[in-house]
Nanobody
Framework: QVQLVESGGGLVQAGGSLRLFCAAS????????MGWFRRAPGKEREFVAA????????HYADSVKGRFTISRDNAKNMGYLQMNSLKPEDTAVYYC????????????WGQGTQVTVSS
């Protein structure tokens, strides 16, 4: 079992930046793939970005490619999502998730952190 806690969300103007944090505990985070997802008001949860256990491989949704960067520091049991050039449509609750097997099946989820981008 692993527990995930997101932080770093907040209110930012369009064009601004935020850095989200995902603190992991209670499991072998360094062996897990991890990802970021978001749920915007009135929409279904969607994939944002993912990173493999070592940090070598990353994937991004087309909507955030070139603007967001996913990273991790296994020594600190920490995942990150750097969000630049934010748009109002990025407004959502952002969740980090852990995938124990690297097959894009996420068994563990954080509680979410709110990101609001104003025009």
């Amino acid at each position: 079992q692993v527990q995930l806690v997101e932080s770093g969300g907040g209110l930012v103007q369009a064009g601004g930046s935020l850095r989200l944090f995902c603190a992991a505990s209670g499991g072998t985070f360094s062996s897990y793939a991890m990802g970021w997802f978001r749920r915007a008001p009135g929409k279904e949860r969607e994939f944002v970005a993912a990173i493999n256990w070592s940090g070598i491989t990353t994937h991004y949704a087309d909507s955030v490619k070139g603007r967001f960067t996913i990273s991790r520091d296994n020594a600190k049991n920490m995942g990150y999502l750097q969000m630049n050039s934010l748009k109002p449509e990025d407004t959502a609750v952002y969740y980090c998730a852990a995938d124990p097997y690297g097959g894009s099946y996420y068994d563990y989820w954080g509680q979410g952190t709110q990101v609001t981008v104003s025009s």
